[in-house]
């Protein structure tokens, strides 16, 4: 297989801000610390070829010397390869070799917003192997999933403002796999796909990985700019656009009913079909969202995502797509490509927490309630500089540093076994460098102590930067 090269423009960009001059850490050892960090994040792909020396150098206006340390000092810890005259390609180190996130005793993951498994998730398991004999006679396979499971779905749809009907819902292995397939069959490469600036950074991936090419709509300070999502529009001829309107991710916040019959009129307007997810739905804190944006759409055109992942528990791996039964047909047809359905374990369990979700997702909000807000009050003793708002849901703060500081910050941090979220995952082009995605969702003890193994990183690197204005997204 021939390995993808990465241009050094382009890796100056996923670099960000990564050089510190008043730091006391020689400047190699930050770039190869910032290098790392793209790599375990998963933006540096795996197999993926690095400019030249002589053109990094260049590109990032630092002396030869310095890029050969840097790339000298990841190969011995085994991140990259290196062959006289072909370059540097990433790899991983073998198991054991180097301290990381797994293997480090006192590790911590602060990059994914997420929670571990509840005892519902035991009982759906339990229920699912029950119920499975009736199944066992056939063959497993079926590319809609099994019937009793899009018909809880659309029940739920149903209640929540949106007439659903079992064929208009298609099982799938997760969101970003429902993505996935439907970029698939609607786009072709070099196409545009419109989504918000910050986003989601898988959605990102997967645009990219269909060839496609993301133009963001930035956010403004509250809600959407949906004059601003009207004139990309207009201006770029999108195929389709990716919306996180209900606990957007990473922000937290949660779309208005005038602007979902808003953005919903503008998608009708133009033709662009508008791929929704919905991942968050389930998790609001203070009051639930608006009918979903598809309860907007007279037209039919709205596709939407949903995801056992954050309602439930990630381990899962299944999602769906709710979309008109045309739609859906024509997915079925393309998933022929990809794979023969969803696990019927899985299905059979997601449709028992569906039937049941009432009994343990009002304690589930509760719980994570009391952990955003206790979070907020170690922030604001521990990190006065950050600025932040309070997510309306979701599992995470957008939080907004005194300066660009996400990714030296996130290295540093990294080298003592916490993995942080910074902004520049969650924009386009290396931006968000001035903010950090903080999850919520750990038990208090365990995210107190994180934050306090932070807090000394956090003062080392800021004592000379002083505050700056606040930027607006």
């Known amino acids: 297989m021939s390995s993808r090269r990465f241009g050094s423009q382009s890796l100056q960009r996923l670099l960000g801000h990564w050089q510190q001059p008043t730091s006391r850490t020689p400047l190699w050892r930050q770039l190869a610390d910032a290098l790392r960090l793209l790599i375990l994040d998963g933006r540096l792909a795996v197999d993926s070829r690095l400019p030249g020396e002589?053109?990094?150098?260049?590109?990032?206006?630092?002396?030869?010397?310095?890029?050969?340390?840097?790339?000298?000092?990841?190969?011995?810890?085994?991140?990259?390869?290196?062959?006289?005259?072909?370059?540097?390609?990433?790899?991983?180190?073998?198991?054991?070799?180097?301290?990381?996130?797994?293997?480090?005793?006192?590790?911590?993951?602060?990059?994914?917003?997420?929670?571990?498994?509840?005892?519902?998730?035991?009982?759906?398991?339990?229920?699912?192997?029950?119920?499975?004999?009736?199944?066992?006679s056939q063959t497993g396979y079926g590319q809609l999933g099994v019937l009793p499971l899009r018909e809880a779905i659309a029940a739920r749809y149903c209640e929540r403002g949106l007439p659903t009907h079992a064929d208009e819902v298609m099982i799938v292995n997760g969101a970003v796999s429902g993505l996935a397939l439907v970029l698939r069959l609607l786009t072709g490469p070099g196409d545009r796909v419109v989504v918000e600036n910050p986003t989601y950074p898988l959605a990102i991936a997967a645009i990219q990985g269909s060839s496609c090419r993301p133009v963001g709509?930035?956010?403004?300070?509250?809600?959407?700019?949906?004059?601003?999502?009207?004139?990309?529009?207009?201006?770029?001829?999108?195929?389709?656009?990716?919306?996180?309107?209900?606990?957007?991710?990473?922000?937290?916040?949660?779309?208005?009913?005038?602007?979902?019959?808003?953005?919903?009129?503008?998608?009708?307007?133009?033709?662009?079909?508008?791929?929704?997810?919905?991942?968050?739905?389930?998790?609001?804190?203070?009051?639930?969202?608006?009918?979903?944006?598809?309860?907007?759409?007279?037209?039919g055109s709205v596709i939407t995502l949903g995801s056992t992942g954050k309602s439930f528990w990630g381990g899962l791996r299944l999602g769906w797509i709710r979309a008109s039964s045309r739609t859906i047909a024509a997915l079925v047809q393309t998933r022929d490509t990809l794979d023969l359905g969803s696990p019927l374990l899985e299905q059979l369990a997601t449709q028992w927490l569906m039937e049941n979700a009432?009994?343990?997702?009002?304690?589930?909000?509760?719980?994570?309630?009391?952990?955003?807000?206790?979070?907020?009050?170690?922030?604001?003793?521990?990190?006065?500089?950050?600025?932040?708002?309070?997510?309306?849901?979701?599992?995470?703060?957008?939080?907004?540093?005194?300066?660009?500081?996400?990714?030296?910050?996130?290295?540093?941090?990294?080298?003592?076994?916490?993995?942080?979220?910074?902004?520049?995952?969650?924009g386009l082009s290396g931006a968000f460098e001035r903010y950090l995605r903080m999850p919520f969702a750990l038990e208090p003890t365990t995210l107190e102590h994180a934050l306090l193994r932070l807090k000394p990183l956090w003062m080392a690197l800021n004592q000379h930067h002083p505050q700056v204005k606040r930027s607006v997204v």
């Open 54 to 136: 002589r053109e990094l150098a260049t590109t990032l206006a630092v002396s030869r010397t310095t890029i050969a340390s840097a790339l000298a000092h990841l190969r011995d810890e085994g991140f990259l390869e290196s062959r006289h005259g072909s370059g540097s390609r990433v790899i991983l180190p073998q198991s054991g070799s180097v301290p990381t996130l797994s293997t480090a005793g006192n590790a911590l993951d602060l990059s994914t917003a997420a929670l571990s498994a509840g005892p519902h998730i035991h009982q759906a398991y339990t229920h699912a192997l029950n119920a499975m004999a009736p199944w066992l």
């Open 217 to 299: 709509v930035s956010l403004p300070q509250n809600g959407w700019d949906s004059d601003g999502f009207a004139a990309t529009l207009a201006q770029t001829a999108p195929r389709l656009a990716y919306l996180m309107p209900d606990f957007h991710n990473p922000t937290g916040r949660c779309m208005d009913s005038a602007t979902r019959e808003t953005i919903a009129a503008i998608a009708a307007r133009t033709r662009t079909t508008l791929v929704v997810d919905e991942t968050m739905v389930d998790l609001w804190y203070d009051a639930p969202p608006p009918p979903p944006l598809a309860a907007f759409d007279a037209q």
């Open 358 to 426: 009432q009994t343990f997702l009002p304690d589930h909000r509760r719980v994570l309630k009391t952990r955003r807000d206790r979070c907020a009050l170690l922030l604001r003793e521990h990190f006065p500089q950050w600025q932040f708002q309070m997510p309306e849901g979701g599992l995470s703060f957008w939080v907004e540093l005194p300066d660009r500081l996400a990714t030296p910050f996130a290295a540093r941090a990294e080298s003592t076994g916490i993995h942080l979220g910074p902004g520049t995952r969650f």
